[in-house]
């Protein structure tokens, strides 16, 4: 796609350029990343104005290259616009788009959804400016694998868990996002007696019940990942679904850090990432659990374990880290 696309093409060079010279310890050659993309924010000006039948594939990836390059690397344009405008483009562009790319057998299609999905939904998660993430991916990616076996409970490579826990993941970054918004008042400030309502409750009770399917479902293919690679993805699932138990019960049912389901859920945390192994290629997908179990733990040996591995993963050359 990037070879028939210019602009795009622009965008994957910039980023690589951006990556590698983080990687490797140099300045990023800000002038040359300028260069190639002078033209991609006033093409993307004209796709978002034009109709839905002139927005292309190409379009939508590079909104959300744009996207990715803002969040992994902030400082490499010098326009000055948040990731949160970034994900916004992106998503309009995928909504627009999501009729067409919408088709069995569509490989284009499944790889933005769940590209563009992990990125909303760990960005609803992160940050309450983002915006609730939209549900759309996940009916986009069933209806793209189909007429192939499309197993929900496998374990991707790409987002480090099954399409299943990802809707999980976005039914919890959507729950999160409202509760976050209801706790600030228009100025800002935090409300002290803030309690979810019961229709939030029933919700989060119904997230529950989803995660604890889950848990006996979830696997890896046996067809390309065996032995450690294997034992690492399930790892990584693991962790990410106990991360998002425990915001689930943290960040909407406002349960005590003491309290059972907490205790449980960051002890099951803490197992999976032990389990995974330092350095292994899906470490890069525990940012958020790891995160949690930071947040969450009290005990200063293992606080200072999961710091260890965020100094490693920063030699990774993200910044998001």
């Known amino acids: 796609m990037a070879i028939s696309d210019l602009n795009l093409l622009n965008l994957v060079l910039a980023y690589s350029a951006s990556h590698r010279a983080r990687y490797i310890g140099h300045p990023e050659p800000v002038n040359r990343i300028a260069h190639w993309v002078s ?14 039948e002139e927005i292309t594939d190409s379009h939508l990836a590079t909104a959300i290259l744009l996207l990715s390059l803002k969040i992994v690397c902030p400082g490499t344009f010098e326009v000055p616009i948040p990731w949160q405008s970034h994900l916004k483009l992106a998503r309009d562009l995928f909504i627009a788009r999501s009729d067409r790319i919408a088709q069995p057998g569509n490989r284009i299609g499944a790889f933005f959804a769940r590209w563009l999905g992990y ?35 496998c374990v991707d490579c790409f987002t480090g868990f099954s ?26 400030n935090f409300q002290q007696g803030w309690h979810p309502s019961a229709d939030m409750v029933m919700e989060a009770q119904a997230v529950l019940g989803e995660f604890d399917d889950l848990n006996d479902r979830v696997h890896a293919d046996p067809d390309h990942h065996l032995g450690a690679e294997a034992d690492d993805m399930m790892a990584t699932e693991e962790a990410l679904r106990c991360a998002g138990l425990l915001h689930l019960h943290r960040r909407v049912l406002e349960s005590s850090p003491d309290s059972f389901p907490v205790q449980d859920a960051l002890r099951r ?22 995160f949690t179990a930071g947040c969450e733990s009290r005990d200063s040996s293992q606080r200072m374990k999961l710091l260890n591995r965020f100094l490693v993963l920063e030699k990774s050359g993200m910044k998001q880290v």
């Not at 549900?135 to 189909?146: D, I, P, T, W």
């Not at 999976?272 to 790891?290: F, I, K, N, Q, Y």
């Open 163 to 188: 399409p299943r826990t990802g809707f999980f993941l976005l039914r919890l970054a959507q729950l999160v996002q409202q509760c976050d918004n209801e706790r600030f008042d228009e100025l800002g």
């Open 269 to 290: 945390l803490v197992g999976a990432l032990d389990r995974m192994r330092l350095g292994a290629s899906t470490e890069v997908c525990s940012l958020l659990p790891l």
């Open 39 to 52: 033209d991609v924010f006033p093409a993307l000006r004209v796709a978002l104005e034009a109709s839905k």
């Open 119 to 153: 990125i909303d939904t760990m960005g609803a998660l992160s940050c309450r400016q983002a915006g609730p993430p939209l549900m759309l991916y996940h009916s986009v990616l069933a209806e793209c694998c189909r007429p192939q076996s499309h197993d929900e409970y």
